[in-house]
């Protein structure tokens, strides 16, 4: 049936974009990691502080899985997926511009935030648009472009910060979180189902 087709096709893009935005938001995260001695160098970090910077990056994604997860169940993951991936890319491009320890702690904040946001959402997404039969391979799939993304942080990010400069990986990395919320703005949408009312 055409219906089926079409359904098909929705699920197979939105596996696509939920894969891409769960990788390249998990990328935001272990980029600190990956970067940590180029970026302690240059900005003349103690071990304090770089632990700081770690832990506004894990802060800001406990303080936004809770409230992100309460927000979807009401205004759907579209928007919140679009936001938190947005938010996350100006963050970390604007280490560009302004490459001090405060721009580096708010930037990874944001990146935390981001991060919890999409565990989230990619959750909720899949969820709602795969039957229950199918839900574990798909969330497996998803946590492996979580673990691919830590692996290819670690392999990729200084090279490029070798070769152009920390602050050019993290806009690097920033530009694919941009580019990201630009998939979901143009490949994602909300499933709408039925609403059944809620038994006493």
Do not use: N
């Amino acid at each position: 049936m055409p219906s089926d087709t079409t359904d098909r096709h929705a699920r197979r893009v939105i596996f696509v974009v939920i894969l891409v935005a769960q990788f390249v938001g998990s990328l935001g995260l272990f980029s600190l990691g990956a970067l940590a001695p180029l970026v302690r160098a240059a900005l003349h970090l103690s071990r304090e502080q770089f632990g700081a910077v770690s832990a506004a990056c894990l802060f800001g994604a406990v303080c936004a899985c809770l409230p992100t997860g309460w927000l979807a169940d009401r205004v759907g993951v579209r928007w919140l997926l679009i936001a938190g991936q947005g938010m996350s890319g100006v963050a970390l491009v604007a280490l560009l511009l302004r490459p001090t320890y405060g721009a580096l702690l708010l930037g990874m904040l944001f990146a935390g935030v981001a991060y919890g946001m999409t565990m989230v959402l990619t959750t909720k997404a899949l969820a709602d648009w795969f039957p229950r039969e199918r839900r574990a391979t798909v969330i497996g799939a998803k946590l492996l472009a979580h673990s691919s993304a830590g692996s290819l942080a670690g392999l990729v990010l200084p090279t490029v910060a070798l070769g152009l400069g920390w602050r050019q990986a993290f806009g690097v990395v920033g530009s694919l979180l941009l580019a990201t919320a630009g998939c979901a703005l143009l490949g994602y949408h909300d499933r709408h189902q039925a609403r059944h009312p809620t038994a006493p």
